[in-house]
Structures are given as structure tokens and as C-alpha cells.
């Protein structure tokens, strides 16, 4: 299967070139989000002037570069009941239909879990079930950069579904970018390079307990939540968290990052201060909430005296050094560019620089080379590493791509266990942090 997988994907130098060449295939609009409201508006405008019923005349089943934005309802139960619809010629699927195709993907634990509070991997796994049932009444698949949210356990699942389309002779389109499904380990003198040195931080998980689901409950109901076990451990940055799909890594990110809802102490302490972490997620562009980027970058000043533009050119510094001493295929350095530039590489510099700059007790980095061709991914990550080393600040990797290890000072394995009171009270799941010897 991996020669049909290769003979299917179209590598691209960029997100940008990626997400211009899946959008021509869908003959539709995948919006520039990343560029801000107005280029969103023109192109949605533009797509709708010309008319959306050529979409249907296409019929593909299709993946996007980040997954929940293919999957139209709120449960994973509703996305595949929905499919089983479209492909049954509008025949409700009786339980037992959609309970075995989530068995086929993994996914019968989280059937009924609302799709937002399903991790990346499970997320993907729930697009491969979805378009899997398509494959009865779609011409083709269009997938764009599936690697970068499986791991590697979890590729046969991809080959199933691609393998699906081949036998009924349906064409199958991947996009991904340079590098994107290498899975060679980063050269472990990345560090070196930049002239960047591990640096000493704490972290520690008291009696947390944190909320899956929605803010606000049904009355009368106990809110479903996560336990993540006590942990006190002494680290040094770059600190990786690992572990495969769906063991919740994000979650115990979002709970340092105080993004989700939770009870208890999850506390970094470091040189910069202890307290609240900072986070940029997988997918920064959800992160930045169509602001443009001139406003993202706007320069706010920090109690050092440090801007987001200083912090920027700082991190743009290292970058372009690290990317003229790592090999890779063919790339293009940026020059200096302004932060309005339209680009996704861009949007993740400012968005690290504005949270590096406010001096938090750590900045996490969910997934860092999502978007990025694998030599940009690693000069970014490397030049991040070395600015938040530079201000004192340690950093936290989040990835189950086993590639990053050799540049980790620490790593911490995320496991997540089937909670031993059996669900009681509302917990689902155990969350267990464990320090691995590097």
C-alpha cells in the first residue's frame, strides 16, 4: 500500500500552494482564513457569485487540512449517520451499522462525545470513517495532509480507506507538503546550531480534573470529565510530550494553558515565574480568528521592554540561520519580509512572539510542524526553542511524531487509561504524565 499511497500524494513547498492546489481540485473555496476577514470575504464572494452547484456535480468525498472543518455535526454518531444517508439514497442506518463502522476506525468510545472535544487523531479517524461510507456514491477522494495528524499506529487506517477507492477504480488526490510524512529523527545538534541550552523548569498536577464537553451542562446532569493523575516532576526545556493519537496530550496542554474548564492546581514553575502557560495550538489559524495579521502583530510592550515585532525578528533571526544549515529538499529562505505578508509560516512567528513576549512560566507548542514543510518546521521549532531560551522561558513540545525526541531534554509519555471507578461520577478517562529517561 505505501507505493499506492505515493503514486496518490502531490507534494507542495508551502500551506499556501497546498491549500491553492486542493481548493482547484474541489472546485470549490477553501477560505484563506490565515489572511484575515477581508481575503476571506473577497474569495467567499467571488465562489458565491459564480454559483456552488458545480460543487455537487463533482461528488468528492474529501478530508481538509485540519479535519473538524469536514465534519458538519456535533457528534461523531451524527457525521456518520449522516454519511450512511447520503450513501443509502436517504435510508436511516440502524445503530448496529454505525456502531461497526466506528469499530472498524477505533472510534466506539467516543461515538456520543461532541466533535470538538475529540482529539486531532481521533478527529482524522472519524473524516477516514466518514469518507470510507462515501466511497459507494463518490468519484474520488481528495485528502489534504492526512500524516501530519496520524501517528504512526495509526496509518493502516488511511491505507484501508485509499486501498477502498483504488479497488472500485475511484481516483484519490493527497496533498501534503515537503517532508510531511518523513519520519526520520531531527538531527540531534539542531540545538547546538542555534546555540540554545536546556534550561530547568517544574511542573506539577494536583487533584485536576478537567471538563469534556460543553461550559455549561444539563441541569441535573454531572458534566463528563477527564481525571490527569498527580505529578511532580523537575524537567528541562525542550520538553517533549508524546504519545499516540487520541491519548490526550492537547488536554493536558489546554489545562496548563488554562483553555478549557478544570478543577484542582496544573502549574509550570520556571525562571520566567510560575502561573498560567502559554499555548499556540495545532491550528494556529483557529487561533487567530480571522484577525489580519497587522493586527496580530501589533507592537504591544512587554514589562522588558521586549515588542512583538522585536520578538519576531528575533525568532525570523534563527530561523533563516537554521534553514541554511539543515538539510531538506528544496526550499525557499524568506527574506525580510513585513508581518502583514499573507503566509502561514508568518502567522505562527507572531502568534509565539506575542505570547514569548508577556514572559510566561512556559510556552507549549501543540504539533508545531502542522502546515510546515519538514526543513521550515524544524528551523522554526529550533528558532522558537532558542528565543524563549533567550528570555528565560522554558518549552513544551507536543507531538506523536517520534522524530522530535533526539532534540528533547526531557519527555514526559502521556497515557490515557480507562478511568478504575468505571465512569463514576462523570470521569471518563484517566490521563497518566511519566517521565522518560532521555
Known amino acids: 500500500m505505501a507505493t499506492t499511497l505515493q503514486s496518490a500524494t502531490t507534494y507542495y513547498q508551502s500551506y499556501e500552494k497546498r491549500e491553492a492546489a ?20 473577497i474569495e467567499f464572494n467571488r465562489i458565491a457569485n459564480e454559483g456552488f452547484s458545480h460543487l455537487d456535480q463533482h461528488k468528492t468525498a474529501y478530508i481538509t487540512s485540519n479535519p473538524r472543518d469536514c465534519l458538519a455535526f456535533g457528534s461523531a454518531r451524527q457525521v456518520l449517520s449522516a454519511a450512511f444517508l447520503t450513501a443509502g ?39 477516514l470513517a466518514k469518507v470510507d461510507v462515501l466511497s459507494t456514491t463518490s468519484r474520488r477522494l481528495a485528502i489534504a495532509s492526512p500524516f501530519s495528524w496520524l501517528s504512526l499506529e ?24 515537503n517532508g510531511e510524512d518523513d519520519e526520520s529523527p531531527v538531527a540531534a545538534d539542531c540545538l547546538n546550531h542555534a546555540n540554545s541550552h536546556a534550561i530547568p523548569f517544574s511542573i506539577r498536577f ?7 464537553g460543553a461550559m455549561i451542562s444539563t441541569v441535573g446532569t454531572t458534566p463528563a470529565h477527564a481525571r490527569i493523575e498527580n505529578i511532580e516532576a523537575d524537567l528541562h526545556s525542550p ?32 525562571a520566567a515565574g510560575d502561573g498560567v502557560s502559554r499555548l499556540l495550538f495545532q491550528d494556529v489559524i483557529t487561533q487567530a480568528l480571522t484577525r489580519p495579521i497587522s493586527a496580530l502583530s501589533k507592537p504591544r510592550v512587554a514589562d522588558d521592554g521586549n515588542t512583538v515585532l522585536k520578538v519576531v525578528e528575533d525568532i525570523r533571526h534563527t530561523f533563516e540561520f537554521m534553514m ?25 512567528m507572531i502568534l509565539a512572539a506575542s505570547r514569548l513576549c508577556t514572559l510566561p512560566p512556559a510556552f ?29 522561558v522554558p518549552v513544551l513540545l507536543i507531538s506523536h511524531k517520534p522524530w522530535w525526541r533526539p532534540i528533547a531534554r526531557s519527555i514526559l509519555r502521556v497515557t490515557k487509561t480507562a478511568d478504575p471507578a468505571g465512569g463514576e461520577n462523570g470521569c471518563r478517562f484517566s490521563i497518566v504524565l511519566t517521565p522518560e529517561q532521555v
Open 206 to 212: 494536583t487533584g485536576v480534573r478537567v471538563g469534556l
Open 324 to 348: 541554511s544549515v539543515i538539510p531538506g529538499e528544496h526550499r525557499q529562505i524568506p527574506g525580510k519580509r513585513t508581518p502583514a505578508k499573507d503566509s502561514l509560516l508568518d502567522l505562527k
Open 364 to 392: 507549549i507548542m501543540d504539533e508545531p510542524d502542522w502546515g510546515l514543510t519538514r526543513a521550515t518546521a524544524i528551523s522554526l521549532v529550533i528558532a522558537i526553542i532558542k528565543t524563549a531560551h533567550d528570555l528565560k
Open 154 to 177: 495509526n496509518r493502516p487506517l488511511l491505507d484501508r480507506v485509499i486501498g477502498t477507492y483504488f479497488q472500485k477504480d475511484l481516483g484519490v488526490n493527497i496533498h501534503a507538503l
Open 22 to 41: 486542493f481548493s482547484r481540485v474541489m472546485a470549490g473555496l477553501i477560505p484563506c482564513k490565515y489572511a484575515g476577514p477581508q481575503r476571506f470575504w
Open 239 to 270: 520538553c517533549l510530550l508524546s504519545g499516540n493519537n487520541g491519548q490526550g496530550k492537547s488536554l493536558v496542554a489546554k489545562t496548563l494553558g488554562n483553555a478549557v474548564a478544570a478543577s484542582g492546581k496544573a502549574v509550570i514553575a520556571s
Open 89 to 127: 439514497n436517504n435510508h436511516l442506518p440502524t445503530p448496529d451499522v454505525i456502531e461497526s463502522q466506528a469499530d472498524k476506525f477505533e472510534l466506539m468510545h467516543a461515538l456520543d462525545q461532541p466533535i470538538r472535544t475529540l482529539s486531532g487523531g481521533e478527529t482524522v479517524k472519524l473524516a
